[in-house]
């Protein structure tokens, strides 16, 4: 295949990457980008958008967390839902003199289940190191109904993102739409960004190619407050990862109050809720760019902060309450780390994860997140009581009204994009959450946050009239079982044979109005593979 031959294998690490600041990583970024553009989309991929496109039948979950309804009939024209329509009661016939008509095309959906369209707000789009194309990164999303990503970082270059976001727009690709937020300094060639004021020039440069928002890192404080107030007067959102090389100086509650718009994964929040320290207590010998010092310690910080409940604890969440603050979590990419015989094992991987993936996953002193070098199993119990507390939080600020958005930053750690976007609506449950607060999170909560740096009503995240049509449709209930998501499906007896059977899987993906359908997409990605892998043992002379 064209895009396994040329492409070449990058391991960045991370400890280098964020140790260098500015325009010195964007240019490092840019030297060693890129994957594939997609190819275009071909005539057999998807059908429509449609004149009149009805789904008949279908159970809706709104997104807004009201509880499921059904039958429903729902009216497409064109790209955007124009009608939804009860159309009887469970365990009587269906009135049709009562159902909307003049359809031009259909989809029978009695039985089955309608959702909004995913939202993964934390979605890089493959890179080099891995050796992931756009097509495999996009595909893989689209078949388990991701159908908006934001890209954190734009890691594959500003113009590259950018060009994809259109052509996704234009629905000349088979991908998610693509909201880009980009690196502090990437694609600029004004120099470095050491003043307030060149953050400001950057902020503008950044505004005028049409980026979405910015992604943000520890930067000095009169840095970010330059970046933030420049971005929010030109309608930018913004999204920071607070490592441990700033958050001495800049907490999330601190980065908050001077506006940021969401963080992401949780680096910040235990520093905001330390009483009697004013650093986390790290080892002595401790080095950031050693990856397993960097995680190890990491799982050892949510028990230094103040205890759930605590007066510390609810006055941060009431700040940051006030202050409309956003968390992605990104719960899945750390799972790993309380277990990772289970992330390393998944079912996928053999058929979906492609060989270069896997090499980029393995154990590594220069690789990020490729840390199980020495990886022990009083790790794995920190960590699992890290993310006990760690979900405590973050159920804690949902339940006071605060928003919780669902990231998956799959590509490294043993996490797959896709597969490992549902393992975070399960892992948003374990913390505490109804299925439907799962799904509000996955859907109304990320849309609100991708539209309102922009002063724009939202355009989908939930099923209305007046909504674009970006829609999940699924055999059996998510609220009942989220496993029913996966690709892969779960596993379930029938009774009626006594056989195994493996269930679930979305049927189809809607975007824009354009109906995919979910398995052939999986059926591409697993082709895509197989071919890799055999042009590996080609090569290998076996």
Not at 6 to 23: D, K
Request: with cysteine; hydrophobic share 40%; charged share 25%.
């Amino acid at each position: 295949m064209r895009w396994i031959r040329t492409l070449a294998v990058f391991v960045i690490p991370l400890s280098l990457a964020t140790a260098v600041s500015g325009n010195a990583l964007s240019q490092q970024i840019q030297e060693e980008e890129t994957v594939l553009h997609a190819p275009d989309r071909r005539p057999d991929e998807g059908e429509g958008p449609f004149e009149r496109l009805i789904i008949r039948g279908a159970t809706v979950i709104d997104g807004t967390g009201a509880p499921p309804r059904g039958p429903m009939d729902i009216v497409i024209e064109g790209n955007r839902i124009v009608e939804v329509r009860s159309v009887g009661v469970p365990g009587l016939p269906i009135n049709d003199e009562n159902r909307p008509g003049g359809a031009t095309r259909e989809l029978d959906a009695h039985g089955m289940y309608v959702l909004p369209g995913f939202i993964d707000t934390h979605a890089h789009i493959g890179g080099r190191a891995q050796g992931t194309p756009a097509e495999y990164v996009y595909k893989l999303w689209m078949a388990h109904g991701v159908t908006t990503v934001r890209d954190p970082g734009s890691g594959n270059g500003v113009d590259w993102t950018l060009l994809e976001r259109e052509r996704s727009a234009r629905n000349e690709i088979v991908a998610p739409r693509i909201f880009s937020y980009v690196w502090t300094g990437m694609g600029w060639d004004g120099g470095p960004i050491h003043t307030p004021e060149a953050a400001r020039r950057w902020v503008r440069w950044l505004a005028n190619k049409g980026a979405d928002g910015l992604k943000l890192r520890s930067h000095d404080p009169e840095i970010m407050a330059a970046l933030i107030d420049e971005a929010r007067k030109h309608e930018l959102g913004s999204q920071a990862h607070l490592g441990q090389e700033g958050v001495a100086r800049m907490n999330a509650l601190d980065a908050a109050r001077l506006g940021l718009g969401s963080m992401e994964h949780w680096y910040g929040l235990p520093e905001a809720l330390l009483v009697d320290r004013t650093v986390q207590d790290f080892r002595y010998d401790y080095n950031y760019n050693d990856e397993y010092h960097r995680f190890a310690e990491a799982g050892r910080l949510w028990k230094q902060a103040a205890p759930r409940g605590s007066e510390r604890w609810n006055a941060v969440i009431d700040d940051l309450l006030e202050l409309g603050f956003t968390i992605t979590p990104t719960l899945t990419i750390y799972e790993a780390n309380r277990d990772v015989q289970r992330a390393r094992d998944a079912n996928w991987h053999d058929t979906y994860t492609l060989p270069s993936l896997w090499r980029f996953y393995q154990p590594s002193r220069g690789s990020h997140g490729s840390y199980w070098f020495h990886w022990t199993t009083q790790d794995e119990i920190e960590w699992r009581r890290n993310f006990r507390i760690w979900m405590s939080f973050v159920n804690d600020y949902k339940n006071r009204g605060g928003r919780v958005t669902t990231g998956s930053d799959s590509g490294f750690i043993y996490k797959l994009y896709g597969f490992d976007y549902i393992r975070e609506l399960e892992l948003l449950q374990e913390a505490g959450f109804h299925p439907l607060e799962v799904i509000r999170s996955a859907t109304l909560c990320g849309a609100r946050t991708l539209h309102e740096p922009k002063g724009k009503p939202i355009e989908f995240g939930i099923i209305r009239p007046g909504m674009l049509a970006d829609l999940v449709v699924v055999e059996r209930s998510p609220i009942q079982d989220l496993k029913v998501l996966y690709g892969t499906g779960t596993v379930r007896v029938n009774d009626e044979t006594g056989e195994v059977e493996q269930v679930g899987g979305v049927e189809y993906t809607i975007k824009d109005g354009i109906v995919y359908d979910a398995r052939q997409l999986l059926a591409d990605v697993a082709l895509m593979v197989e071919e890799a892998k055999a042009e590996e043992w080609a090569a290998a002379g076996r």
